[in-house]
């Protein structure tokens, strides 16, 4: 079975910065693409950023500038550097990665429990 667990959400000053992990364990036999998305209380998830197991990245345009998506393949782990936080950055940030588990040919997307990001003005 396969698992994401999130950290390093909470309640930061707007301008403040907070860096969200997101590791992945279980029986897994490789990740493909990784990322950040999030949900703001009545409004629909949204894609913040991803990350290709190459490397390359996706942002939102809200977020250009100001967020950074990395990942550390050896530890199965992405990471969301968020620096100049604004209010309307407060939501639930979800982790997802497409994830093809042990004795097993395809990807299936997982999805983490949610970490709260709160950004006060």
């Known amino acids: 079975q396969v698992r994401l667990v999130e950290s390093g959400g909470g309640l930061v000053q707007a301008g403040g910065s907070l860096r969200l992990s997101c590791a992945a364990s279980?029986?897994?036999?490789?990740?493909?693409?990784m990322g950040w998305y999030r949900q703001a209380p009545g409004k629909q998830r949204e894609l913040v950023a991803r990350i290709t197991s190459g490397g390359s990245t996706t942002y939102t345009d809200s977020v250009k500038g100001r967020f950074t998506i990395s990942r550390d393949n050896a530890k199965n782990t992405v990471y969301l550097q968020m620096n100049s936080l604004k209010p309307e950055d407060t939501a639930v940030y979800y982790c997802?990665?497409?994830?093809?588990?042990?004795?097993?040919?395809?990807?299936?997307?997982?999805w983490g429990q949610g970490t709260q990001v709160t950004v006060s003005s």
């Open positions: 997802n990665a497409d994830v093809r588990a042990a004795y097993t040919v395809q990807y299936t997307g997982y």
């Open positions: 279980g029986s897994i036999s490789s990740i493909n693409a």
